[in-house]
């Protein structure tokens, strides 16, 4: 039976979604905005294992900067005619539908353009990521995929290919061409394929991440912490911002803990480890969620900023990525060059 979610569940579903972003993905607000409307409501949120393995699924998101969706807000439609080009291409219409991307803005995005076709508790990620090969039914070589992007003006590219870097070099290519973001659709795989190959019942987990945190946002940071399942690691000001000197893209924040701890948080544009008195706390595919201790604003990686008041929550990451050392490899620490990042998931696990 699926899950009926009603209008009152918006706010939990995109807290949980901006825990799930481990400080990328994007801010939810849009998303937010557009589903704001009672009567869009309620939607059903089908489970993988309740809908036929054979039903045609897709799934979709915006790519490229979500700094630039909030400055210039997408159509009315930004995914029909991507989703119609996968559509002529497999020669069938695609009835089930499920999100891209499992943190920030891409979780509630099939919400938002599902309509007509059924929403599968499902996505590619559990979690937020920058890199379009990261894509679960890419990093398990599911065959027969299809992508669809922006290209501009109109345009729509269409990737067909068995190696997933082109998927990423490809499409990066062409978003960069549509202006620096855009819409992008992921087809050619069936709901039978999600069971095994995708992060199955995420948006569950936000709803019950972001009822928790709401609930529990006015008490210690503990209590915080302890209502999600996770650990708070850290709590201080922010006293320095340091880009990588070997790739500019990583930046290190110093945070003077108030115990007198000197701890360090590693990111990219999601945060990736978190280490106390050099010692290695937390890392990717770990959640590491920064709040803001006055407000209990949960912020991006882009929020943090120097003086701010901030604390660091550990929360379990989707346990799909650790269940084989190929998967593992692809979001640990060193899949972006930060090698000396991964000690804390080396222990027992062959990466």
Do not use: K
């Amino acid at each position: 039976m699926p899950t009926t979610l009603e209008h009152d569940r918006l706010r939990a579903l995109a807290t949980g979604f901006a825990i799930l972003g481990s400080g990328g993905g994007g801010a939810t607000t849009m998303l937010e905005l557009v589903l704001s409307d009672p009567g869009v409501w309620p939607f059903e949120l089908h489970a993988v294992d309740d809908l036929d393995p054979a039903t045609p699924c897709l799934a979709l998101g915006f790519v490229g900067s979500t700094l630039l969706l909030g400055e210039r807000l997408p159509g009315t439609d930004p995914f029909g005619r991507l989703i119609g080009a996968a559509e002529r291409w497999l020669g069938h219409r695609i009835p089930a539908i499920c999100s891209l991307e499992g943190g920030g803005v891409n979780g509630l995005t099939p919400f938002a353009f599902a309509a007509d076709r059924l929403i599968v508790d499902a996505d590619l990620t559990g979690r937020a990521v920058p890199s379009l090969d990261q894509m679960s039914l890419l990093v398990d070589e599911v065959p027969g995929i299809v992508v669809t992007c922006d290209t501009g003006g109109g345009g729509v590219a269409l990737v067909e290919t068995e190696r997933a870097l082109d998927i990423e070099r490809v499409v990066r290519a062409a978003i960069v061409q549509a202006g620096g973001s855009g819409g992008m659709v992921y087809a050619g795989f069936t709901v039978g394929d999600l069971r095994e190959h995708a992060i199955v019942g995420n948006a569950t987990r936000a709803v019950q991440l972001g009822a928790a945190f709401l609930g529990a946002a006015s008490g210690s940071l503990d209590e915080l912490a302890g209502s999600m399942g996770g650990r708070l690691l850290a709590e201080g000001r922010v006293s320095a911002i340091e880009a990588d000197r070997n790739d500019p893209h990583v930046l290190a924040f110093a945070i003077d803990g108030s115990g007198g701890q000197v701890h360090r948080l590693v990111a990219r544009s999601e945060t990736l480890a978190l280490m106390t008195d050099g010692r290695v706390e937390a890392a990717a595919p770990d959640l590491i969620v920064v709040l803001d201790t006055v407000s209990r604003d949960i912020l991006e990686v882009s929020a943090i900023s120097m003086a701010r008041q901030v604390a660091v929550i550990r929360i379990d990451g989707p346990d799909w990525w650790s269940r084989t050392p190929e998967r593992l490899r692809r979001v640990l620490p060193s899949a972006y060059g930060l090698d000396e990042l991964d000690e804390v998931h080396i222990d027992g696990v062959p990466v």
